[in-house]
């Protein structure tokens, strides 16, 4: 499993996104399932309303119809993300990003597809590991 952050979600949908030839690429190669929480399909909602296009906004949601993309969520989830959010609050990191933390934690997993590096770089598995492995850009 794979954890999805907004930041290649964005660039997979939007053509002209300077990332868009690289993620898809990687993408087309990808064979597990990705999976992201709701408070990352907000931003990503956000972000295609605001400057993705009618077009895409549509591709977005056919896909989180067809099940592109698994959506997870707990009874633990908030209280976990806050607390990664707080441990990590001189990033800042965001609840966006820490859920996909405390995500990535639940799932067993230190694979996240995204081009935040900044943050992801620094912020360590809950899970005990070094580092997250970071796709594309390790892959």
Same mark, same amino acid.
């Given at each position: 499993m794979i954890v999805l952050d907004t930041s290649v979600a964005f660039a997979l949908l939007r053509r002209g996104d300077d990332h868009h030839e690289r993620v898809l690429a990687w993408f087309e190669t990808v064979d597990e399932p990705l999976a992201t929480t709701p408070l990352a399909l907000t931003e990503i909602?956000?972000?295609l309303l605001h400057s993705g296009g009618p077009e895409v &906004?549509? @591709?977005w949601y056919e896909d989180l119809? @067809? %099940?592109a993309y /698994? &959506?997870?969520?707990? #009874? /633990?989830?908030?209280a976990e993300t806050l607390s990664v959010a707080e $441990?990590? #609050?001189?990033?800042?990191? %965001?609840l966006a990003d #820490?859920?996909?933390v405390a995500l990535a934690a639940r799932l067993g997993t230190t $694979?996240?597809?995204t081009l935040d590096? $900044?943050?992801?770089?620094? &912020?360590k598995p809950l899970t005990g590991e070094p580092a997250f492995v970071l796709l594309p850009a390790d892959a």
């Open positions: 909602d956000h972000l &906004v549509r @591709a119809i @067809a %099940g /698994a &959506v997870e969520w707990w #009874a /633990a989830a908030l $441990r990590n #609050a001189s990033l800042p990191l %965001g #820490a859920s996909l $694979r996240i597809a590096e $900044r943050h992801f770089r620094i &912020v």
